[in-house]
């Protein structure tokens, strides 16, 4: 009844930039914290970046001061500005949140399709 769909990845050179969008939809209650996780070849899946319903972030320090999370809480969506990518930022890129729904609502972690992200050296 929950579906998370992202977009916005792509091939990019070093030093680019990318803007990633996850939109959810369905049967909806409330949306607690949102995230994104990626994972690169032969790496295990890892937590990039979080915002709380009430705006707080965090990131992993690999990405501190490059990437920005942002949420719109009206259209379901969360961001994730990818700004001076580096070859180790290629990923498969998931967007993951923590959903209040269905009827009756109830508590669910759901996760998007996954994008790619493919920086060039």
């Known amino acids: 009844q929950v579906t998370l769909v992202e977009s916005g990845g792509g091939l990019v050179q070093a030093g680019g930039s990318l803007r990633l969008s996850c939109a959810a939809s369905g049967s909806i209650f409330s949306i607690r914290t949102m995230a994104w996780y990626r994972q690169a070849p032969g790496k295990e899946r890892e937590l990039v970046a979080s915002?709380?319903?009430?705006?707080?972030?965090n990131f992993v320090d690999s990405v501190k001061g490059r990437f920005t999370i942002s949420r719109d809480n009206v259209k379901n969506t969360v961001y994730l500005q990818m700004n001076s990518l580096k070859p180790e930022d290629t990923a498969v890129y998931y967007c993951?949140?923590?959903?209040?729904?269905?009827?009756?609502?109830?508590?669910?972690?759901?996760w998007g399709q996954g994008t790619q992200v493919t920086v060039s050296s």
């Open positions: 915002i709380t319903s009430g705006g707080t972030t």
């Open positions: 993951n949140a923590d959903v209040m729904g269905g009827l009756p609502p109830t508590w669910g972690k759901y």
